[in-house]
């Protein structure tokens, strides 16, 4: 069979090193092997909040992070969901292959509910997962890249998939999540790396902004550095994230540091985060505007032309 990866974020925010090493850096990877579809997923942002925000700024940040990182426009489509209505068209027969009990029963909706700030609970945030499998089957997508906390989506699109195909006969490939083994990169302070939080480094930041995080990050009062992700959680993360930018293993480098203390912990960080960063940062810099608004128009016209097709297939195959 032919693989297909899809992917995508929604745009909230800038990305951060924990999106480049949980996920950018694999997708780049990827773009070599397989037809790849990044999806800039605006129309999911208003699941949890009340209104999409500064949409076109998020937008089009995201789409520098893409480009900067090494995502290759030539290679990869990348598109937003509004610019694709045809896909939107999808969600209506998708819809009626769920139970209402089973978008109830979604962990990761019940978990947005949770820590969501909205007043009320949209109808959307029960119904965006059949949405996320229009997203993957439009494409016929196959291979899907996602954190764990995606799983349950990627359950809901097989089940969609799977009941197209026994009511209207066999269009859509069985997508499967990707999860990678990437380390997982806690934030400055310990916790789960975040924008909202203030601990996670964007990878828009300047060497001044990262430095300033990385001076404030939280170590402990053992003078000696060791490398012990059990008891010393916080300096294990900044030998993760050096180590990690540097292409050299935590312990190592924390053999070196020794009685450096979190100073030296820190300016080594500090350097192999700026070092690292820099060609992508360059990279941003010189993408003009101009070059950012064509790649997208291209990606959606091609995601476009993927999704009349699809479309096309699915209301033949219901007898429309
Ligand atoms: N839900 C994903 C997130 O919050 C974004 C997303 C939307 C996505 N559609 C997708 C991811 C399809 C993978 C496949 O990050």
């Known amino acids: 069979m032919n693989d297909v990866v899809l992917t995508g974020d929604r745009p909230t925010g800038p990305l951060h090193l924990g999106h480049y090493f949980g996920s950018l850096a694999n997708r780049v990877e990827l773009q070599g092997r397989y037809p790849m579809y990044v999806l800039i997923a605006d129309y999911q942002v208003i699941t949890d909040r009340d209104t999409p925000g500064e949409i076109r700024r998020n937008t089009t940040e995201l789409l520098l992070d893409y480009l900067a990182v090494g995502i290759d426009p030539a290679r990869a489509t990348i598109f937003k969901h509004s610019a694709i209505p045809e896909l939107n068209q999808l969600l209506l027969p998708f819809l009626s292959l769920v139970s209402v009990s089973e978008l109830r029963r ?6 947005e509910i949770a820590h969501s700030s909205q007043q009320a609970v949209s109808g959307l945030m029960f119904t965006y997962p059949v949405h996320q499998a229009a997203d993957i089957l439009f494409c016929k997508g196959t291979l ?3 954190g764990k906390d995606q799983l349950p989506h990627v359950e809901v699109t097989r089940l969609v998939a799977r009941r197209f195909n026994e009511r209207y006969g066999e269009v859509f490939p069985l ?3 990707m999860m990678g083994e990437q380390p997982l990169l806690k934030g400055l302070d310990g916790g789960k790396m975040s924008k909202s939080r203030g601990n996670a480094i964007a990878l828009s930041a300047t060497e001044d902004e990262t430095a300033a995080l990385i001076r404030k990050a939280r170590t402990d009062f053992d003078r000696h ?9 916080e ?9 990690l930018c540097l292409g050299r293993p935590p312990r190592e480098l924390a053999e070196e540091i020794g009685d450096g203390g979190a100073a030296t912990l820190k300016r080594v960080t500090t350097e192999a985060v700026n070092e690292f ?4 940062r360059k ?7 101009d070059e950012v608004r064509q790649v997208l128009a291209e990606g959606n016209e091609r995601a476009r032309e993927r999704a009349v097709r699809t479309l096309e297939e699915v209301q033949g195959a219901m007898g429309f």
């Open 106 to 111: 979604n962990p990761t909706v019940k978990d």
């Open 144 to 146: 899907v890249p996602v």
């Open 175 to 177: 997508p499967e999540a």
């Open 225 to 233: 550095i060791t490398f012990d992700e059990q008891g010393r959680p």
């Open 235 to 243: 300096v294990a993360n900044l030998l993760t994230l050096a180590g």
């Open 277 to 280: 960063l820099r060609p992508i």
């Open 283 to 289: 990279r941003r810099a010189e993408l003009g505007e």
